[in-house]
């Protein structure tokens, strides 16, 4: 008798006809094309940037779930995380959680209002932030900011967290690390600071 994963068999030579038989054989190349694929995205830049940016969109969302829109203070049905320094100009401010809130899809996308204009928005944003915040706080976030580069591990370890804290929230806890606090400028946006004293239990959630 012959026990592999796949079942049991009773002599090698059964086991060799199992092996050999299409279905196998395509079920073996598509786990080897899978992880080959996976590889490849793993190590793929551009990929885990959007990948990344989706993750801390959804989180943005949930750590502001007691707020309205950034912008405006209305509710709305549709929110997105806008990014107060726009990532076209601040490619570098992409992945700094205090740079980005739960804003209503029309002011995100300038549409709530028939002469919203790029500028009047960042005015309301910026107004939100300081009835928020603080004006200090708000001046810190249009200081020079350093460029990071992530590499596509940081990312991935990067998204390791935010599906921990997606999960932490969710659950109806509070948050456990400190996203939105100003950091000192040789620090990256992937080294989030623990703000309880709770553990986080890493590979938990979708990443």
């Known amino acids: 008798m012959i026990v592999v994963p796949a079942g049991k068999f009773c002599c090698h030579s059964h086991l060799m006809e199992f092996v050999k038989e299409p279905s196998v054989v395509k079920a073996g190349t598509e786990k080897r094309e899978k992880a080959k694929n996976q590889k490849k995205k793993d190590n793929y830049l551009p990929f885990q940037l959007e990948h990344t940016r989706k993750r801390l969109n959804e989180l943005i969302i949930l750590l502001d779930d007691n707020f309205n829109c950034i912008c405006c203070g209305l509710p709305s049905d549709t929110y997105h995380a806008g990014h107060y320094r726009s990532v076209g100009g601040n490619a570098h401010m992409r992945f700094w959680a205090f740079n980005i809130h739960k804003q209503s899809a029309g002011c995100n996308l300038k549409t709530k ?95």
């Open 113 to 207: 209002w028939k002469k919203a204009t790029e500028a009047s928005m960042e005015k309301d944003y910026r107004k939100g932030l300081i009835g928020r915040y603080g004006l200090e706080y708000v001046e810190a976030i249009e200081g020079d900011w350093p460029l990071t580069n992530p590499t596509c591990q940081d990312l991935i370890d990067f998204r390791k967290l935010i599906a921990i804290e997606k999960k932490n929230l969710l659950g109806g806890n509070p948050a456990i690390f400190d996203w939105r606090r100003i950091p000192s400028k040789s620090e990256k946006p992937w080294k989030v600071v623990i703000l309880s004293s709770q553990q986080p239990q890493m590979g938990s959630g979708e990443i």
